[in-house]
């Protein structure tokens, strides 16, 4: 199993998953992903042969990305625009 | 993948990419639409200022060299309209190869490590960080740009994604990101000026985007979209294709012409590719080094990604012996290339 999160879903059919860390984007079709995953969320995913054959939500990881986005973000909207 | 439609009723002239200098000098503007695959990287580049819309997709090294090539050294503003990976891919190599003044984004919280490693460039940089809005016009020297959208960042990343219209003397120049046809009447609705000379057709061309309504409204006479040769989404669309030529405006995808370049002087525009479409691999599955897009390139022997991008940065070559100039292209590899027999130079 390995660790992915959706980026997105394109023209509402093929699955764009990114690997935790570095690695190439996996194409996969929607209906291969847990009913109401939506991009954003994250999953560990089975893949054999460059197809995902099992999948299942990791909520927690997508909770705990979503607050570190949220707190650096933040961060960056506190620096806010450069000096004129 | 055969496009008819793309064979030119122009004159389209072939020319080597113009250089940062040769442009500011003239005192005109040049829009750059680099081929990315598929993925968006423009660069606004003029006397006075230098701005970069979108950063290529991850897995790739192509934007940093590309902008060397164009001359850039420093970056007063790089927008990202929205941070999926085939839009915010590089802005962390941008960020560690030039000085950025600022980096605008919708705001937007997506929770994906491309997005989050983008965040963490930008906070280890100096760059200034902003969030504009719909109905702003914010002057970079002599080019202003217009925000379309968003209004407010909303549920929804496309919904939220920036879009703009840039602006520079009586040239104007639409930038839409992968704003989809919701939001293209939402723009409509806000009754700003769209109107331009040319229009960035929204979602790789995609028929998510693009309405009737828009086109109408923009009322540009090209239109240049951004895909991947052979897009793996199908990218642009047929009916897309279609809904452009009926309107008399003139089509470029940088799938079939490579890098496409806007200059203009403020009145006049007038446009420069990077090869004839369809011109770009050769014959018989060889390889022309000088004007292969990057994913051909892949295809050579001991050519990797970043070896890939280096040659975009340093063509055009001689030879194949002058590929020795690439870094990490010793002999040994230039003999395999040589075996290998795909990979030749041009007249």
């Keep these: 199993m390995i660790s992915v999160v959706l980026d997105r879903i394109e023209e509402g059919r093929t699955a764009v998953l990114l ?7 996996v194409l996969c079709p929607v209906e291969d992903l847990p009913a109401g995953c939506r991009p954003g969320m994250w999953l560990l995913v089975e893949v054999e042969g460059g197809r995902v054959v099992s999948a299942q939500l990791d909520p927690e990881k997508t909770e705990a990305a979503a607050q570190r986005i949220k707190g650096k973000l933040d961060l960056l909207r506190r620096r806010g625009r450069a000096e004129p | 993948m055969h496009r008819a439609w793309l064979k030119p009723t122009l004159v389209v002239l072939i020319l080597i990419l113009c250089v940062a200098g040769s442009v500011a000098a003239r005192g005109n503007m040049a829009a750059h639409f680099f081929y990315v695959g598929q993925a968006e990287a423009v660069l606004l580049q003029g006397p006075d200022f230098a701005v970069l819309v979108d950063v290529g997709d991850t897995g790739r090294y192509d934007v940093v060299p590309l902008l060397q090539r164009a001359g850039v050294t420093r970056l007063d503003v790089v927008i990202v309209t929205h941070p999926h990976a085939d839009h915010i891919g590089q802005l962390k190599d941008v960020l560690g190869a030039f000085d950025v003044r600022e980096v605008w984004m919708s705001g937007f919280e997506h929770p994906t490590p491309v997005f989050e490693e983008a965040l963490d460039a930008i906070l280890a940089s100096d760059a200034g960080y902003y969030e504009p809005r719909a109905g702003e016009a914010i002057p970079i020297g002599s080019l202003t740009l217009e925000i379309l959208n968003p209004g407010q960042v909303t549920e929804d990343i496309h919904q939220s994604c920036l879009a703009l219209r840039a602006v520079y003397g009586g040239f104007a120049l639409v930038l839409t990101g992968d704003i989809e046809v919701p939001t293209e009447e939402e723009i409509l ?17 995609s028929e998510t985007s693009n309405s009737a309504a828009f086109l109408d409204a923009v009322s540009p006479e090209v239109a240049i979209y951004s895909a991947a040769i052979c897009s793996p989404f199908g990218h642009p669309h047929v009916q897309v294709v279609e809904r452009v030529l009926q309107r008399g405006i003139t089509l470029y995808g940088t799938d079939a012409y490579g890098t496409i370049v806007v200059e203009t002087d403020g009145h ?14 050769g014959v018989f599955g060889q ?5 292969a897009p990057y994913e051909q390139l892949l295809k050579i022997t001991g050519i990797g990604p970043k070896r890939a991008g280096e ?37």
């Design chain 2, 287 to 291: 390889i022309e080094v000088n004007r």
């Design chain 2, 189 to 205: 609705k806000r009754g700003l000026n769209v109107r331009a000379q040319v229009l960035q057709l929204a979602h790789h061309g």
């Design chain 2, 311 to 347: 040659i975009l940065r340093l063509r055009p070559f001689s030879g194949l012996d002058d590929l020795l100039r690439v870094p990490g292209i010793g002999p040994a590899t230039l003999e395999a290339i040589k075996k290998q027999g795909i990979a030749f130079v041009g007249e």
């Design chain 1, 19 to 25: 690997p935790e860390g570095q690695g190439a984007a």
């Design chain 2, 268 to 281: 006049r525009y007038w446009i420069t590719t990077e090869r004839a479409p369809e011109l770009y691999g």
